[in-house]
């Protein structure tokens, strides 16, 4: 089984329909990320979480929210899906800072969206 | 202009070819370059490492950074059509801060057997 594992893998919906993406990972790493990737623009930073309790907007936050419901749970939301989020989305791990650590990503497989 | 470019290819080259991957970028304080390596319709996984300036070697793979010349590169001995896949260069100035690790757009790679 994927260490970072991401449902649904495909989506299409409609405007204005609520969305949410999941991630989990069997990594235990305290730190959660999600990432969209779009041609020409390569991957940005949405939201990341380092603790259950710590919850960070990256540079793209608007029209996303996220839960982090536990340790190993991560979800992305868009409350009302538009067309110029068609893109793939990525959860990712890391573990936490210190000396030493190269805070090496480790990426689900991708959730591919598309918004009609 | 964006803080780190990449060409984004696509590369095509014959199998057992030397392949080089470049990035060039506009923040000096950049200190920790990473190379990622992504499949098709997968995530993306770390490749090589690197501080500073200097070369490191892992395998056939030699990542480089020239800080002088803000300029890092990926090289490829023997290129294997496993080998293909889009190549995503990121830095950042802390070690470990990936809230603010700047990402190239990739280049595209096919080794053709």
């Known amino acids: 089984d994927a260490d970072v594992t991401q449902t649904p893998r495909n989506r299409i919906t409609k405007t204005g329909k609520r969305i949410m993406l999941e991630c989990s990972q069997t990594k235990g790493h305290d730190r959660m990320y999600w990432y969209r990737q779009d041609p020409g623009l390569g991957l940005q930073l949405i939201y990341y979480?380092?603790?259950?309790?710590?919850?960070n907007k990256g540079e793209i936050s608007d029209g996303y929210s996220v839960s982090r419901q536990a340790q190993a749970k991560f979800s992305l939301s868009l409350e009302s899906a538009i067309p110029n989020q068609t893109a793939l989305y990525f959860c990712?791990?890391?573990?936490?800072?210190?000396?030493?650590?190269?805070?090496?990503?480790?990426f689900g497989e991708g959730s591919r969206l598309t918004v009609l | 202009q964006k803080e780190v470019e990449q060409d984004p290819g696509p590369l095509s080259v014959p199998e057992g070819a030397i392949v080089s991957l470049n990035c060039t970028y506009s923040?000096?304080?950049?200190?920790?370059f990473m190379w990622y390596r992504q499949y098709s319709r997968k995530g993306p996984e770390l490749l090589m490492y690197t501080y500073s300036s200097g070369n490191k070697e892992d395998g056939r793979f030699t990542a480089q950074v020239d800080k002088s010349s803000k300029y890092i590169s990926l090289f490829i001995r023997d290129s294997q059509p496993s080998d293909s896949a889009t190549y995503l260069c990121a830095m950042s100035r802390n070690a470990g801060n990936n809230r603010k690790l700047i990402w190239g757009l990739g280049t595209s790679l096919a080794v053709n057997p």
């Open positions: 979480s380092f603790d259950v309790k710590d919850i």
């Open positions: 990712a791990t890391s573990a936490a800072g210190g000396r030493g650590n190269t805070g090496e990503l480790f």
């Open positions: 923040n000096s304080a950049f200190q920790y």
